[in-house]
């Protein structure tokens, strides 16, 4: 079965300091990976993806994420956090079996940006 | 206006009444997904639907029905409502090769 892992469930730093969230994933196939952030009150929105060609992506607001196929890692980070990072963070898989398919969510990290 | 649309957006409901979810989506993709939040449990999934005859359970789907009207609706419903159903519930969109697009939830209790 499919499943996402979380490490870090509550994370606390200062603005300004470096950040990195830990994702790993169990599934033998192919893979789409994604983050996803979720403001308090809001939805999910996109952060960053993965399907195919570098493994290092970037994506909005200076985050970006390292798809490591030979540890199952997709972890998150950032240089600089800042205060309006604040927020709780979903890593999901989206693992393959021919075009049938499952998007499978962590249990989610939450960031605490203090000033 | 918003991608996927749910509704209602907020709804206090007692035990053993039925309720239904509804979602939309204007993105015209094939797949929709019906997903539960809770404090430390992330996003669980409940059913997702890859087409209008396509339905599939998913790790929670005990107490759950849902119903793929159309492409574009994909219906949730809690026959009787328990209180540990209490929840934020989201819809989700996506396509073989997109990401997922999520509407706006919807807050439930039941008591």
């Known amino acids: 079965a499919q499943s996402v892992s979380q490490h870090n469930h509550h994370v606390i730093l200062s603005e300004a300091a470096s950040l990195e969230l830990g994702c790993n994933y169990s599934y033998g196939g192919t893979v789409n990976l994604f983050w996803y952030v979720q403001y308090p009150g809001q939805h999910l929105q996109l952060l960053l993806k993965y399907f195919s060609g570098d493994p290092l992506v970037k994506g909005i607001k200076g985050f970006e994420a390292e798809f490591i196929k030979s540890k199952f890692s997709f972890n998150l980070r950032k240089p600089s956090v800042q205060w309006s990072d604040t927020a709780e963070y979903f890593c999901a898989v989206n693992g393959y079996t021919g075009t049938a398919s499952k998007l499978t969510f962590g249990t989610g990290t939450r960031l605490q940006v203090t000033l | 206006d918003a991608d996927v649309t749910q509704t209602p957006r907020n709804r206090i409901t007692k035990t053993g009444k039925r309720i239904m979810l509804e979602c939309s989506q204007t993105k015209g993709h094939d797949r929709m997904y019906w997903y539960r939040q809770d404090p430390g449990l992330g996003l669980r999934l409940i059913y997702y639907?890859?087409?209008?005859?396509?339905?599939n359970k998913g790790e929670i789907s005990d107490g759950y029905s849902v119903s793929r009207q159309a492409q574009a609706k994909f219906s949730l419903s809690l026959e009787s409502a328990i209180p540990n159903q209490t929840a934020l519930y989201f819809c989700?969109?996506?396509?073989?090769?997109?990401?997922?697009?999520f509407g706006q939830g919807t807050r439930l209790t039941v008591v």
């Open positions: 639907s890859f087409d209008v005859k396509d339905i």
């Open positions: 989700a969109t996506s396509d073989l090769n997109t990401e997922a697009f």
